[in-house]
Nanobody, 125 residues
Framework: VQLQACGGGLVQAGGSLRLSCAAS????????MAWFRQAPGKEREFVVA????????SYADSVKGRFTLYRDNAKNGVYLQMNSLKPEDTAVYYC???????????????????WGQGTLVTVSS
């Protein structure tokens, strides 16, 4: 499975961006897809994930109410609508996918076998 992420850019605080992640193969080969982000000098952190079974979506507390994840069946992937962006959302955003991921492990980067190349989101104050 290859993942292609796009949609990053520069936006002012309070603005919106939409990130897209497309998979090279049908998502039935994976059990979950997620977005992580990594700011300079910080560890990669969980943003949001969806388990295909039941379409359960989990959000990090820091983005809940501002970010919304949608399935994109046409692209075998997902897109992330980010609203009310804050300077602290500035990071490289990575999409990830994997198989056999249980709900309790969905926030761990180590659970995901496939990663996209990352797309930079910069939010200016």
């Amino acid at each position: 499975v290859q993942l292609q992420a796009c949609g990053g850019g520069l936006v002012q605080a309070g603005g919106s961006l939409r990130l897209s992640c497309a998979a090279s193969s049908r998502t039935f080969s994976t059990s979950a897809m997620a977005w992580f982000r990594q700011a300079p000098g910080k560890e990669r952190e969980f943003v949001v994930a969806i388990r295909w079974s039941g379409s359960r979506i989990s959000y990090a507390d820091s983005v809940k109410g501002r970010f919304t994840l949608y399935r994109d069946n046409a692209k075998n992937g997902v897109y992330l609508q980010m609203n009310s962006l804050k300077p602290e959302d500035t990071a490289v955003y990575y999409c990830a996918a994997g198989g056999g991921i249980i709900q309790s492990a969905i926030r761990a980067p180590s659970s995901y076998a496939y990663w996209g190349q990352g797309t930079l989101v910069t939010v200016s104050s």
